[in-house]
C-alpha cells in the first residue's frame, strides 16, 4: 500500500525558510509515471495547491508562491522536498504532500497525514 | 474560482445528498476530459480522492457516490448517505494553473 509522510520542524521563525520532506514508501518515484505535489491548509485560505514535481526535477509552481518556493526531488532516497523563503504568520498551515493522478496538479491521491507547520518567533 | 453550494448541509440518514459546484472558467479539457475532482475530509484526517475527471469513482469508492457535470458546473451526489460519509467535501479544478479547491461543504447527520 503505497503511503507519503511529511516531515519537518513544527515551528519556523518569521523571514526564515521552511523545509519539508516527503518519504514515499510503496511506491517508486523513479519508476513512477506520475506528479508529486504539494497542497496546504490553513483557516484563512483553505486548501491551496502550492506546487508540484516529477521525477526529472519538471516543477510547477502557484503563481503566487513562485517567488518563494522551491521544490526537489531525490529518487535514491525515495523523497522530494519543499522549501519556502522568508516565510511569514500567512504560511502558518498543515503541510500535506500527495501523489498527482491524472495531470500534474490534479487527482491527488493518496494524501500524506500532514504535518503543522506554525511560524512565530 | 471554485464556488460550492451549500456550505452547509444537514442530512438524515438513508437519504440522498447533493453538493453543487461551479467553476469560474470552464475545466473541460482539449481532450474532452473534465479535469474535476471531489474530495472528503473526515474530521480528524486529510483529504482523500473520491471522483477524478468529473464523474470516475477513485479506488475503493462505494458506489452510493456519483459525480457528474461539464465544463463548469458539477455535482456530487450521494444516493444514500451512511453515517461514515460525515465530514467536508470540497470540488477542485486542475486544468487552469493554478490548480484551485471550493471552499467546501460541511455535510453533517
Known amino acids: 500500500q503505497m503511503r507519503l509522510q511529511e516531515s519537518g520542524p513544527g515551528l519556523v521563525k518569521p523571514s526564515e525558510t521552511l523545509s519539508l520532506v516527503c518519504t514515499v514508501s510503496g511506491d517508486s518515484i523513479n519508476s513512477s509515471p506520475y506528479h508529486w505535489g504539494w497542497i496546504r491548509q490553513s483557516p484563512g485560505k483553505g486548501l491551496e495547491w502550492l506546487g508540484s514535481i516529477f521525477k526529472s526535477g519538471s516543477s510547477y509552481y502557484n503563481p503566487s508562491l513562485k517567488s518563494r518556493l522551491s521544490l526537489s526531488v531525490d529518487t535514491s532516497k525515495n523523497q522530494f522536498y519543499l522549501e519556502m523563503t522568508s516565510v511569514t504568520a500567512a504560511d502558518t498551515a498543515i503541510y500535506y504532500c500527495a501523489r498527482a493522478l491524472y495531470s500534474s496538479s490534479s487527482g491527488f491521491d493518496p494524501w500524506g497525514q500532514g504535518t503543522l507547520v506554525t511560524v512565530s518567533s | 474560482v471554485m464556488t460550492q453550494s451549500p456550505l452547509s448541509l444537514p442530512v438524515t440518514l438513508g437519504e440522498p445528498a447533493s453538493i453543487s459546484c461551479r467553476s469560474s472558467e470552464s475545466v473541460l479539457h482539449k481532450n474532452g476530459r473534465n479535469y474535476l475532482d471531489w474530495y472528503l475530509q473526515k474530521p480528524g484526517q486529510s483529504p482523500h480522492l473520491l471522483i477524478y475527471l468529473g464523474s470516475i469513482r477513485a479506488s475503493g469508492v462505494p458506489d452510493r457516490f456519483s459525480g457528474s457535470g461539464s465544463g463548469t458546473d458539477f455535482t456530487l451526489e450521494i444516493s444514500r448517505v451512511e453515517a461514515e460519509d460525515v465530514g467536508v467535501y470540497y470540488c477542485?479544478?486542475?486544468?487552469?494553473?493554478?490548480?484551485?479547491f471550493g471552499q467546501g461543504t460541511k455535510l453533517e447527520i
Open positions: 477542485m479544478q486542475g486544468l487552469q494553473t493554478p490548480s484551485s
